[in-house]
Structure formats: structure tokens, C-alpha cells
């Protein structure tokens, strides 16, 4: 069993930056792909960013490309999500997602994912 907080979430204006974190619990941290989705209010829940097991491969929505970066850090059992020039769209709950796998393919689909965080505002002001 796997348990994932989120934190690091809050209010900033345009431009500004925050970092998100997700501490993962369990001892095969390792070997999991790490994701991050968002969800704004009245929309459906986004594939923002994930990260193959040992950090090689990232992947972001185009939305966040250039902007975002996803990290992971075995040693911790941590995964971050370093968010620059936010803008007003990027407003939504992020959540953390994980999954045990080891392979190459690239996992955007909430449905791949059997662990989640329960989620933290980020909220951008114009």
C-alpha cells in the first residue's frame, strides 16, 4: 500500500512561482512512475506532468512545457512539481498519482494510475 500527500499549494499572482511536493509512503517508491493531474472547477481532471521510475524520462502537457518541472527523489520518497510563470488558467486542485511500473511507455491516463494524493489548491490571481 501506497499513501501520497501533496503540499505546497497556495495562493500566488501571475508570474509567480510554487513548488509542489508529494511524499509517498512504502519501500518500492522506486520503482513507480509519478504523475501530477489538475482539476479546475467545472472541468474534467488533466495530465499535467509525469516521471518514469528512475527520473530519466519526463513528460509534460503543452500547456506547462517550458514552464513546469517534474523531479523525483528516491532517497526521500518524494516527487516535486516546480511551477514558474504561473497564469491564471494553471488555478486547479493538483493531485499526485503514482503507479508500480517499469516500463517505457508514457503514462498520461488517470486510469493507469492506482495512487493519489488527495490533492492542493494552487490558485493563480491576475
Known amino acids: 500500500q501506497v499513501q501520497l500527500v501533496e503540499s505546497g499549494g497556495g495562493l500566488v499572482q501571475t508570474g509567480g512561482s510554487l513548488r509542489l511536493s508529494c511524499a509517498a509512503s512504502?519501500?518500492?517508491?522506486?520503482?513507480?512512475?509519478m504523475a501530477w493531474f489538475r482539476q479546475a472547477p467545472g472541468k474534467e481532471r488533466e495530465f499535467v506532468s509525469s516521471?518514469?521510475?528512475?527520473?530519466?524520462?519526463?513528460y509534460y502537457t503543452d500547456s506547462v512545457k517550458g514552464r513546469f518541472t517534474i523531479s523525483k527523489d528516491n532517497a526521500s520518497n518524494t516527487v516535486y512539481l516546480q511551477m514558474n510563470s504561473l497564469k491564471p488558467e494553471d488555478t486547479a486542485v493538483y493531485f499526485c498519482?503514482?503507479?508500480?511500473?517499469?516500463?517505457?511507455?508514457?503514462?498520461?491516463?488517470?486510469?493507469?494510475?492506482?495512487?493519489w494524493g488527495q490533492g492542493t489548491q494552487v490558485t493563480v490571481s491576475s
Open positions: 498519482a503514482g503507479t508500480f511500473y517499469g516500463g517505457t511507455a508514457v503514462l498520461i491516463q488517470g486510469n493507469q494510475y492506482g495512487y
Open positions: 512504502g519501500r518500492t517508491f522506486s520503482r513507480y512512475v
Open positions: 516521471i518514469n521510475w528512475n527520473g530519466g524520462t519526463t
